[in-house]
């Protein structure tokens, strides 16, 4: 017998919390591949950011750096990473790990 489609709550996945990170796992990040249109090191602070709680976030952006990426590579019109994160008003504490690490805004 062939099961319906799941709807609503039946098909979300239950959120992990408290896991553990370990700095590897943080690293994995750095090798993310972006899809065509998008720079590489922007593409790997939006997968952290959209992937990451706080804690995770501020420990990874150091790994970033380290790593020798840019804090500050822009989109085709001029805006950064920053620029997107200020745009969400319940990432006030990203924004502020990113600023604090040497980000900065663009053109938006």
């Given at each position: 017998m062939k099961e319906g489609k799941k709807r609503g709550a039946e098909r979300t996945?239950?959120?992990?919390?408290?896991e553990e990170w370990s700095d590897d796992r943080l690293k994995a990040f750095l090798a993310l591949e972006p899809p065509e249109d998008l720079p590489t090191d922007y593409n790997i602070l939006l997968k952290a950011y959209r992937g990451m709680t706080?804690?995770?976030?501020?420990?990874?952006?150091?790994?970033?750096?380290?790593?020798g990426h840019d804090l500050n590579t822009t989109l085709e019109d001029g805006s950064t990473f920053l620029d997107?994160?200020?745009?969400?008003?319940?990432?006030?504490?990203?924004?502020?790990?990113?600023?604090?690490?040497?980000?900065?805004t663009g053109k938006s």
């Open positions: 996945q239950i959120a992990t919390r408290n706080i804690d995770l976030f501020e420990r990874f952006v150091p790994l970033f750096v380290e790593a997107q994160v200020k745009r969400h008003r319940k990432s006030v504490e990203y924004a502020e790990v990113l600023e604090e690490a040497g980000a900065v």
